[in-house]
């Protein structure tokens, strides 16, 4: 399904209020946030505090600060109990796990499962370039040291993994996503998140980090997901044969689209630089919103 607003943001706006309050009405998204205390119905609603958090992204705002100071200037009386800054931020990032929710029930409203193919990869998110990691203290304990092979370069922040459906003449649609530590090798994280991904009995292409024939062979086996991977060379072979060079230029063109998504989400978020962040909270927030407005991006043209 797509959805088609000119260039009328007040629609938007409303479409995804709509869409988020009938998320907290009809689901389990009520239950996150859930307030033992006298302050379980706040004036300033959940459903507007997710609002404004997407929607100030989808604008184009830098961060949490000027997507508030664009909401107070320009939506101030679309949201008049619209709480101080520190109470917006604070609510923001204590709840970032909701936005994980809104992002799965999101794509599966509006993605196309292709049941027989699919893209993994990851790339990096970086909080801070290395020479000065000694005396940062961002997004601790959960950052670390990695290696970028695409880049040649080392940073310090975190791995952001995609698992996209195959979608023709178009960018794959990101169906899950996951954060990892940047010191977690690409294989090590499949093996926490892919025997409990929704997908079943599929062709998920990836690059040569992924093989181990031992998870590929439990995946195939538990869930039906056939994780396919270049051709190595062997131990002592000069060179690839011609039918092992024709068959990774077939797969290499098979798992391109999500490079393609990859740098799009970057291009449209600039999700990758997590410079700004400073909390751990603040870095899943920093990526959950990011990875909801791509998402909406690729299915509402306004």
Sequence with gaps: MELKFDADHESLLIWLYLEISDFVRHSELHLYPLRLSNNKNPFFTDAELYTCGIFAELMGC???KHGYQYLKRHFRSWFPQLPTYEVYN???N??????IYIFTSLSHKYGKVNPSFAIIDTAPIEVCQPQHAHHSKAAQPFVSKGYCAAKKKYYIGAKLQIVAQARTQKLP??????????SFHDVTIAKATLPYSEFYQIDLYSDKAYIDHEFQRELFETKGIKLITPIKKKQGQPRLTLFQQAANSIHSSMRQPIDA????INEKTGIQNASKVRSENGLFYHICVKMIAALILLFVQF
């Design 173 to 182: 649609f990101p169906f899950e996503f996951s954060l990892a530590s940047a």
């Design 90 to 92: 604070r609510k923001l």
């Design 62 to 64: 830098k961060n949490k």
């Design 94 to 99: 204590k709840y970032y796990d909701t936005l």
């Design 261 to 264: 998504l990859f740098a799009w």
